[in-house]
């Protein structure tokens, strides 16, 4: 079929420049739209639900820059507060008021938590959380979960070898074998695989980290039992659970997926909504436990840009905005008929297609499963018929992040009619993916 592709000439220039300059024309890998049609967009301009590319062609977003614009782009609260902090200078490696009062807001909202670090990116907030489990346990092994993303740093780029439980292997060269044999990897949603790991590491994991909604590959959701029983465990064998909400924090309500799902972790780390799309992640836990920090404890963590006043001032902006009454139940609703109505579509017309959801995050599943809960449940087949969707998609004026393995986000700047104009294109898309 003759597809009338829009217009990338101006991205297409501007990525054949970017490739002379950055491996793979890009900063970040799955900015290169290696798993969809066309090549990359370069995006010019933002305004609530809205994004420009270089070429004019205009995008209602739902990757919303991979979660972070909970509030939309461009949001004038937080433009206003980041503009006014920045007259006073960017940055000064000394404490600043700002930081006080970011930490004010979120721990006095969040029961989960007494003690933060501001750190500049999630990895980094997750790489100083394993760091501090380790110090705190004074144990070395690690234990997470394949299908769960938590950043680039060496322990946790790690697969799953074949087995129940098993060592992982490294999923990038450069991670030296050594570090990734500190971190077993198993199966989401198993708890089999659980006691044998911790049969086998008898006294030696330091902490089990997991996205408690896992989003970095589908939305594979666990239920509350197993969150629970990852808990119960972790307590009976002196292990830290560590929840990394970099996604999930400030998404799925403010105290995130363990206010969700009450459940205490004993490490929690965000990213994303914290920062107000200004570079920003944070670890926070316990008084006791964050004591184990320096300079106060043994644990070194430290950065040149933590904690910088415009960054802080846009969190501050954005965390004002999510704790007015109501905030995240109008986000909820706005999300559920967005995905009822898809789904209903999909099933009227018999596809193999399903809306996995939960606050305002989406994943749509090539897919007959009533639920998917384990990396291994994606057909990787399916991929092929998200590429073709996205296309699509992208013709019709619709931007999801450019991978079937990513989840799309609402934010509290789409509009009903944004949504009503999406729900069209995602009907007309699923009619070309399955004609
Ligand atoms: N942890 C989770 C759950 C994430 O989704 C991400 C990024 O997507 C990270 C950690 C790493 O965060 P960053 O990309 O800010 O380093």
Not at 2 to 25: H, M, W
Not at 33 to 45: A, D, H, M, Q, R
Not at 368 to 381: S, V
């Amino acid at each position: 079929m003759q597809v009338n592709d829009i217009s990338r000439e101006k991205s297409a220039e501007l990525y054949e420049k970017a490739k002379t300059y950055f491996p793979g024309g890009v900063n970040s890998p799955v900015r290169a739209f290696k798993s969809v049609y066309g090549t990359p967009l370069f995006i010019e301009k933002g305004d609530g639900s809205h994004i420009w590319d270089a070429d004019g062609n205009e995008f209602i977003d739902f990757c919303c820059s991979w979660g972070p614009l909970i509030l939309g782009h461009n949001n004038a609260a937080v433009r206003e507060k980041v503009t006014e902090v920045m007259q006073k200078g960017m940055s000064f490696g000394a404490p600043t008021a700002l930081e006080n009062e970011l930490a004010e807001l979120i721990l006095s909202n969040n029961s989960f938590i007494e003690k933060i670090r501001f750190v500049s990116s999630g990895t980094e907030a997750v790489m100083s959380a394993i760091r501090l489990a380790r110090g705190y346990t004074k144990r070395d092994k690690i234990l997470k979960f394949e299908g769960c993303y938590h950043g680039h740093s060496d322990s946790l780029l790690v697969k799953a070898g074949s087995g129940l439980v098993t060592f992982g292997e490294t999923s990038s060269a450069g991670v030296p074998k050594s570090f990734a044999d500190e971190t077993i990897v198993v199966a989401l949603n198993d708890k089999r695989a659980i006691q044998e790991a911790f049969e086998k590491f008898e006294g030696q994991i330091a902490a089990v980290i997991i996205e408690p909604v896992p989003a970095n590959n589908g939305l594979l959701l666990q239920t509350k039992g197993y969150l629970q029983y990852l808990r119960d465990v972790c307590t009976d064998n002196g292990t830290m659970l560590i929840f990394d909400e970099v996604i999930s924090g400030f998404r799925v309500g403010f105290e995130g997926a363990a206010g969700y799902y009450d459940i205490q972790p004993d490490i929690i780390t965000y990213g994303k909504i914290i920062g107000g799309g200004l570079p920003v992640g944070a670890y926070g836990a316990s008084a006791e436990i964050m004591d184990h920090i320096s300079p106060v404890g043994s644990v070194y963590q430290a950065g040149t840009l933590s904690g910088n006043p415009v960054a802080m001032a846009a969190g501050i902006a954005q965390i004002t905005e999510l704790l007015k009454p109501g905030f995240y139940n109008d986000l909820k609703l706005k999300t559920e008929g967005f995905v009822k109505a898809i789904q209903d579509f999909a099933e009227q017309r018999n596809y193999n297609f399903k809306v996995f959801t939960i606050g305002s995050i989406f994943w749509f599943a090539f897919t007959n499963e009533e639920r998917i809960a384990t990396a291994d449940d994606i057909d990787p087949e399916s991929m092929i018929k998200f590429k073709t969707m996205h296309r699509e998609l992208i013709n019709r004026g619709i931007y999801l992040g450019p991978s079937g393995y990513e989840v799309g986000f609402i934010s509290a700047a789409h509009t009903a009619n944004d949504l009503e104009i999406t729900k069209t294109a995602i009907f007309d898309s699923l009619d070309i993916v399955f004609s």
